[in-house]
């Protein structure tokens, strides 16, 4: 059951997505009591924002989700302070630490990177796959889309990296990118992600930009005042698209980039087929945020029971002549 990812061992290969539930010390220290493998906080940005007002988050069980949360979180000045509280929960519940950072701009997400090394993070993972973020009524730029702005991205993280953080020091870095519907394009951000000296895994996916639902009473499901009701569509109905992103990052990377699924799982079966499908891991975000803490629990359980019947059916290996 053991895995690694960007050279961290992991007990096995479940963990919580950024995205709800993992902002606070509250909240880390939560997970860290569940059975996850490792503890991601954020997505955090250098200001703190507030998020979005309303209606954020609908939830069709078993079905989808969408969430317009707006990357709420309490900027630098919180997780200064609170970081190594958190990384410190972590370690003492035999867990490595993940943060995920959400820039606006190459310099933030250089910024956030030294920021979260720096207070305890054994990994960083940039997000550059966003969609709920609106100003003015105008939605913010995917950065996973622009593959100049992702290579300008990472060039600058490398520096300050280089530049601010002991070369001796541990420490780990992944991405974590939206899905793509044009293959050409995911293969041409694939080929800036490989030249990277940065990157050591890839997150495959974020929430699939703009989806919409009705409520029973014919009302917009998320607040529309600032998208119309748009919103990140994530849960179930996304596990085929996203094993079909995990499946050509794995075919377009080169193997010492390890792949992390992400997109609908909800059972042990959902784990083995990320599995299957060539991820080292998996993250989970909607059933955490449906089911609370104890969602791990049973994923992890099922994973095992399946993992061990698996195994037992399995030819036995013969004797070589």
């Keep these: 059951m053991e895995t690694s990812i960007a050279g961290i061992r992991l007990d096995h290969p479940i963990m919580n997505a950024a995205g709800p539930r993992c902002k606070t010390v509250e909240e880390i220290q939560q997970l860290a009591r569940t059975p996850v493998a490792a503890v991601m906080v954020g997505s955090i940005t250098w200001e703190m924002r507030p998020g979005n007002q309303g209606e954020v988050y609908f939830s069709e069980l078993g079905e989808?989700?969408?969430?317009?949360?707006?990357?709420?979180?309490?900027?630098?000045?919180?997780?200064?302070?609170?970081?190594?509280?958190?990384?410190?929960?972590?370690?003492?519940?035999?867990?490595?630490?993940?943060?995920?950072?959400?820039?606006?701009?190459?310099?933030?997400?250089?910024?956030?990177?030294?920021?979260?090394?720096?207070?305890?993070?054994?990994?960083?993972?940039?997000?550059?796959?966003?969609?709920n973020v609106w100003e003015g009524g105008t939605q913010k730029r995917i950065a996973s889309f622009d593959p100049l702005l992702v290579e300008e991205i990472l060039k600058r993280v490398q520096q300050a990296v280089d530049d601010e953080?002991?070369?001796?020091?541990?420490?780990?870095?992944?991405?974590?990118?939206?899905?793509?519907?044009?293959?050409?394009?995911?293969?041409?951000?694939?080929?800036?992600?490989?030249?990277?000296?940065?990157?050591?895994?890839?997150?495959?996916?974020?929430?699939?930009?703009?989806?919409?639902?009705?409520?029973?009473?014919?009302?917009?499901?998320?607040?529309?005042?600032?998208?119309?009701?748009?919103a990140g569509m994530a849960g179930p109905a996304l596990k085929a698209v996203a094993l079909g992103q995990v499946i050509q990052w794995r075919t377009n990377l080169p193997r010492h980039i390890d792949v992390i699924g992400a997109g609908g799982v909800n059972s042990g079966q959902d784990v083995i087929d990320y599995l299957n499908a060539g991820a080292k891991a998996v993250q989970?975000?909607?059933?955490?945020?449906?089911?609370?803490p104890q969602v791990f629990d049973r994923i992890l359980t099922e994973f095992i029971v399946l993992n061990e019947f698996f195994s037992l059916q399995a030819p036995a290996p013969t004797k070589a002549e």
């Design 64 to 131: 989808f989700s969408l969430n317009s949360l707006g990357l709420p979180n309490g900027g630098r000045d919180y997780y200064t302070l609170y970081l190594p509280e958190m990384a410190q929960m972590a370690h003492q519940a035999g867990k490595t630490l993940w943060v995920s950072v959400a820039g606006f701009t190459p310099e933030e997400y250089a910024n956030l990177t030294l920021l979260a090394v720096k207070h305890g993070a054994d990994v960083v993972e940039l997000n550059l796959g966003c969609p």
């Design 165 to 230: 953080i002991n070369p001796d020091a541990p420490k780990s870095f992944a991405l974590k990118v939206s899905p793509y519907s044009d293959p050409l394009l995911l293969e041409e951000v694939a080929a800036v992600v490989a030249k990277s000296p940065l990157v050591q895994a890839l997150t495959a996916i974020n929430t699939f930009p703009n989806g919409f639902a009705w409520k029973e009473n014919g009302k917009s499901s998320i607040s529309p005042q600032f998208s119309n009701g748009l």
């Design 284 to 292: 989970i975000a909607t059933a955490f945020a449906d089911q609370g």
